[in-house]
Each structure stands twice: as C-alpha cells, then as structure tokens.
C-alpha cells in the first residue's frame, strides 16, 4: 500500500512485487536517484517484474513460483 497526502484516486495494482525491490520503489516515488540503485521496472504499474524472489529467515533467495501454499486458517 503506497499512500500520499496528494492521492486523488484509489489503485489496485495485482502484479507481483518483491520487497526487495523496495529501494527501486521508493528512489521511484520520491525521485531520488544514485548509479547504486538498479531500476528493473515500474514499480507502481501492472508490468511485470520478471523473476520475484523472497529472502527467506537464512537469509537465501527463495524463487517465490518454489514456494508452497500456506492456508490462513482462524481459529474462531
């Protein structure tokens, strides 16, 4: 979720995106811009983002199409 005090409307983007993307993302927004930061795409658009990985609690790249399903279930 990306909220500003400017926003006029509400936008539902369902591309996949990775957290580790993160600093594209906000050099994106807040236009910042340094040769360190690597921008691999739009982060606030529908293109797709190529391979989406998550960085698992060993600190590995996890590809995230190899992860397995995990059902939220409430206990009422």
Do not use: C
């Not at 983007?13 to 236009?31: C, E, M, P, V, Y």
């Not at 910042?32 to 658009?45: D, H, L, Q, T, V």
């Amino acid at each position: 979720m990306v909220i500003s005090s400017d926003d006029k409307a509400h936008r539902v983007i369902k591309a996949r995106r990775s957290a580790n993307d993160f600093l594209g993302f906000f050099s994106q927004w807040t236009g910042i811009k340094a040769k360190e930061i690597n921008i691999k795409y739009p982060f606030i658009s529908e293109k797709k983002a190529g391979s989406i990985y998550i960085t698992n609690v060993q600190l590995q790249k996890v590809d995230y199409n190899h992860l397995g399903t995990d059902i939220f279930d409430p206990k009422p």
